[in-house]
């Protein structure tokens, strides 16, 4: 525990003490890529040390059609990575695997939310990428242009992606869950003149209209010159005489000879925007060198990857975890993925035990928030499946509170899989802060040690290191190769949002600390800081202390404005199957709060809550929840919400 000084009101306290570690298991880390913390070590130093040296032999692992003259060009904020070098994603991800045995292994395994069922071998994943690569050049694609990809979860999302940067179109993919009003901004932002999109997709048993937004998003708009539509769910859409066209019908038109561009190692190979809650979206852009050798080591040494696994990333493709860690990671590697179209509780909460069960899957790969829920419906869902096929475990999109860490650990790892908690962003583009399965003794609820190359760092506000045990700002000093390009369109704010804050590092706007064996623990964003009495608390640290009472599901933590004290804490709270809100579960909860990390936090109020607000990639809105906490009315943007009838009931005071 971290003494309070008269630095509170500039570093952030941190009060939360976990001593579980666990090694890892003796066997795993035997046959692991890195056995050894002193390995990890070895390599981290020299990767930071000597980059050029570190990045260029994992560079080389990878086809290229000609070799760079150079691994890094820098002068802050703009990076190049491996300048001259010439290579195409595409061709990494399926030409690459063509001459040998993989050629004929799993690429993807689909299985829709009504239950149907695809394999596809990296042949025919290559046949495919190349016949909807003609269609694009067929409907006036051409190297450069941007692509808006607005698609279900089905391999077709995936085949689109890479059609584009086998011809070097920049895509930009918009979420299958987000609005007509998202796309006509990313439209707006991007200057995408084609879309590719679907009659619909399936969701919780429902079809989500998803041809409907695009014709919505496009009244009044004459720069989109074509709508390819994929056939999902037999949807009676309208089509558009002279701009949309039927992507099967397309088919007969093509072959499946496409030639790769070689593309320079710094040719743009997406956009993607960020959720952000107000104004104009933030368009995140990632070259094709430095991106992929990213993805592709961080995949390969994060996940522990052997030819023989089956892995399961359950993030949908619109979401950077998608396109890292569905798409260019797990395929350059030549591995077999999973995709799901559907949601993890249709048409039971099981849904998730079953399709791991049935395929096999040794890597699983999931959001805190999924586990929250999934110990909300009930341990006996797992109990009906056979999940012994699981040899690793893996948590993404924001930090997991210990309880639900352990949760995880004991009852779908059955306490022998590793877990990697990976913290990073849609800017970073890769694994930045994450355990390696064979090599980190992890305590539940930290991310632990920074991945190779890079140079991570928790400072004041005038940029100094603070001392372990102490809160701050996370920065990252030094570049790397999957980083953030640029905002598209957009070079002063690039440089303003994240260069400027702390001099001559990147600032992640997350605020951190780390214990005294370097472990880094995220406590939430600094935005999100809770100003109590001169005390500086992290949001993360407060929401785990709730999470940790048995009968607390999960939890989200903001700050109201309080006359005496500045800010006071207001928890919304969902609890468990078989626990009933009442006026004294609310004071044990508070209570409980108070023994485990002080009474300083023990929150003022607390609102219990059937769901929170959450974006559909599954974090928590907390900008909406200050609002209803301070009893303003709701501003901004909630297009990305998963349920706004969640935000009625909440703003009413129901529980």
Not at 143 to 155: A, E, I, N
Not at 449 to 454: A, E, K, N, S, V
Not at 566 to 592: C, D, M, N, W, Y
Request: charged share 25%; glycine share 10%; net charge positive.
């Amino acid at each position: 525990m971290s003494k309070t000084t008269s630095k509170a009101s500039k570093t952030i306290e941190s009060h939360l003490i976990e001593n579980r570690v666990f090694k890892p298991a003796a066997d795993f880390s035997k046959k692991a890529r890195i056995g050894s913390l002193a390995e990890y070590r070895k390599l981290h130093a020299e990767s930071v040390k000597s980059p050029d040296k570190f990045w260029g032999r994992e560079a080389k692992e990878l086809h290229w059609l000609r070799k760079w003259t150079k691994v890094l060009d820098w002068k802050l904020p703009n990076a190049k990575w491996f300048v001259g070098g010439k290579l195409n994603a595409s061709v990494n991800c399926l030409d690459r695997h063509l001459e040998g045995p993989r050629a004929n292994k799993a690429a993807i395994i689909w299985e829709g939310e009504p239950g149907e069922k695809r394999v596809i071998t990296y042949r025919q994943l290559h046949r495919e990428v190349c016949k909807f690569a003609n269609i694009l050049k067929r409907n006036g694609v051409k190297k450069g242009d941007r692509v808006l990809v607005y698609m279900p979860l089905v391999p077709e999302a995936a085949i689109a992606m890479l059609a584009c940067a086998r011809i070097g179109a920049v895509h930009s993919v918009v979420f299958g869950g987000f609005s007509a009003e998202s796309i006509k901004d990313r439209l707006a932002d991007s200057g995408a003149r084609v879309i590719v999109t679907a009659d619909g997709g399936y969701r919780r048993g429902q079809i989500v209209s998803l041809k409907q937004n695009v014709d919505h998003a496009l009244k009044g708009n004459d720069a989109v010159k074509r709508v390819i539509v994929f056939r999902r769910t037999n949807l009676d859409i309208h089509i558009e005489p002279g701009r949309d066209v039927w992507w099967h019908r397309e088919l007969e038109y093509v072959s499946a000879d496409c030639p790769a561009e070689h593309l320079d190692s710094e040719h743009p190979l997406f956009i993607l925007y960020t959720s952000g809650s107000t104004g104009k979206p933030k368009g995140i852009l990632h070259s094709t060198g430095g991106y992929l050798v990213g993805t592709y080591a961080s995949t390969k040494y994060v996940f522990d990857l052997k030819e023989e696994d089956v892995y399961w990333c359950t993030a949908d493709i619109g979401w950077i975890t998608g396109h890292s860690y569905l798409v260019y990671g797990p395929l350059a590697n030549g591995a077999t993925c999973l995709m799901y179209e559907g949601a993890p509780n249709w048409p039971e909460p099981d849904r998730f035990w079953k399709l791991i069960a049935d395929y096999g899957v040794t890597i699983f790969y999931t959001a805190p928030t999924a586990i929250r829920a999934f110990m909300k419906w009930g341990d006996h869902y797992l109990q009906k499946h056979d999940l012994s096929s699981l040899r690793l475990l893996g948590t993404v999109g924001e930090p997991i509170n210990p309880e639900a860490w352990m949760w995880f650990h004991k009852n779908v790892g059955h306490e022998r899989c590793p877990i990697v908690d990976t913290w990073w962003q849609t800017e970073t583009g890769a694994h930045m802060i994450t355990p390696l399965p064979g090599a980190t003794p992890c305590k539940p609820g930290t991310a632990t040690l920074p991945f190779f190359g890079i140079d991570a760092a928790i400072v004041d506000d005038q940029g100094n290191e603070v001392p372990h045990g102490e809160g701050g700002k996370l920065v990252i000093r030094k570049p790397w190769p999957s980083m953030l390009r640029g905002i598209w369109g957009d070079k002063t704010r690039y440089r303003k949002q994240y260069w400027s804050e702390v001099k001559g590092a990147y600032f992640t706007g997350d605020g951190a600390r780390r214990d005294k064996e370097g472990n880094f623990w995220i406590v939430g964003r600094i935005d999100d800081v809770l100003n109590v009495a001169g005390h500086r608390l992290g949001t993360a640290e407060v929401e785990s202390s709730l999470v940790s009472h048995p009968s607390v599901a999960e939890a989200a933590v903001v700050g109201r404005p309080d006359e005496i004290k500045g800010q006071g804490v207001v928890a919304f709270v969902t609890l468990r199957s078989g626990h009933r809100p009442g006026e004294k579960l609310k004071e044990q909860i508070r209570k409980h709060v108070a023994e485990a990390i002080g009474p300083i936090a023990k929150p003022d109020e607390i609102r219990f809550a059937e769901m929170l607000p959450k974006t559909r990639s599954g974090k928590i809105m907390r900008r909406l929840l200050k609002q209803i906490a301070g009893g303003q009315s709701l501003t901004g943007d909630t297009s990305t919400l998963e349920d706004l009838s969640v935000l009625t009931k909440l703003s009413k005071g129901e529980e």
